[in-house]
């Protein structure tokens, strides 16, 4: 069986480092925003290519604490794309703001520029995009939207660690939120996220919110949150971001081998010279996405659906969200997510290949 995710696989070269990491963690008797918080923070904005990082503890809350250093008006609009994962939209729900969904590119599956326009109101406040599968946005378009409405730009990163538009990386065009969830390029071995930015005030703004609105013991000056960052995990972290350009690399050759050689039956990711894609997820697109995940299954190989229900038909947002959204529904109508973790050999991908090009949709 070729296995789509195996965390442990992912992870064994590097247990010795962790155990030692653990074992300096324990003997050091400081347990909570301590020097491994500190060290990561620095060694994670510097390769986002940003001033400051704030390490909380998973990557909703970045969103959310994100959203929340603002401190927009209560009747404020975020656009956001209407084909993301569930957290981007419930971060700007929890902090009592209004959605505001624009359809994605078929193509990228990104946020289309052209359609954020006619959705931008004066109650709009911010644009919060999201690289979605380890491709950016196109941030050019973007940017100059943003700075023609005077709007602040929230970037989903939870998929992008390294990914890059124009040389420039993911988190450090406005104020970037990350994941650090297990299965992620840059995953942790449990919880995680951080939020990075160049602005300093809105830093201490952000440290404050993430320990109790407090940045001085027992003196509160917000109204914050529990949401640190785990001292263990920021430990790891630092061993695990040592080798994510290799991680990255792994997984930007195992997707070329997709790209060559599956059959162009199947929508495969668009590669544009912009883009350096980090490949978290390597999406393919079919009319009858079911009947060929099963398919693969019976054959030995396992694929997972990234996502099966877009959020304008989840239970939870249905009096939230109003509008149809065809090309989110086509989306997550066909798309499936193919093996490709930093464990996968070359010849376990040429072999789903040919599995892939020997299926008969008739």
């Not at 959203?67 to 939209?89: C, G, Q, R």
């Not at 995990?233 to 930007?252: E, M, N, V």
């Not at 350096?276 to 099963?294: A, C, G, T």
């Amino acid at each position: 069986m070729i296995e789509y995710e195996n965390l442990k696989k992912v992870n064994e070269k590097l247990f010795s480092k962790y155990e030692n990491s653990f074992r300096e963690f324990t003997a050091s008797g400081w347990y909570i925003l301590g020097k491994n918080v500190s060290i990561f923070e620095n060694e994670f904005a510097s390769f986002c290519g940003a001033k400051y990082s704030v390490g909380v503890a998973s990557g909703l809350d970045a969103l959310i604490l994100a959203i929340d250093a603002f401190a927009f008006p209560k009747d404020s609009e975020i656009i956001v794309p209407s084909n993301t994962y569930i957290a981007t939209i419930l971060a700007i729900v929890r902090n009592g703001f209004k959605p505001v969904l624009v359809e994605p590119d078929i193509k990228t599956y990104n946020i289309d520029p052209d359609k954020i326009e006619q959705k931008i109101t004066s109650k709009t406040k911010a644009i919060m995009v999201v690289h979605l599968y380890g491709k950016m946005c196109d941030m050019q378009k973007i940017e100059d939207i943003a700075k023609k409405y005077n709007l602040k730009i929230i970037e989903d990163c939870a998929q992008a660690h390294g990914a890059t538009y124009n040389g420039k990386k993911a988190g450090s065009f406005g104020i970037g939120c990350f994941s650090f969830y297990p299965t992620k390029n840059l995953g942790a071995l449990g919880d995680g996220g951080a939020i990075v930015c160049d602005d300093e005030e809105y830093m201490q703004k952000l440290k404050s919110l993430r320990n109790y609105g407090s940045c001085k013991k027992y003196y509160n000056d917000d109204l914050g949150y529990n949401s640190r960052l785990d001292e263990i995990q920021a430990g790891f972290l630092s061993i695990k971001l040592k080798i994510l350009d290799d991680i990255t690399q792994h997984k930007r050759e195992l997707a070329k081998l997709y790209l060559e050689n599956l059959d162009d039956k199947f929508i495969k990711p668009v590669v544009d010279e912009k883009y350096m894609d980090v490949y978290h997820i390597f999406n393919i697109r079919d009319n009858k996405r079911d009947e060929l995940q099963k398919y693969l299954l019976d054959n030995g190989v396992k694929a997972e659906i990234h996502y099966p229900v877009p959020p304008h038909k989840q239970k939870a947002y249905e009096h939230i969200i109003d509008g149809v959204y065809p090309i989110s529904q086509e989306i997550h109508d066909t798309t499936l997510s193919l093996p490709i973790s930093y464990f996968h050999t070359k010849d376990e991908i040429l072999k789903v290949c040919k599995i892939m090009n020997g299926w008969n949709e008739l």
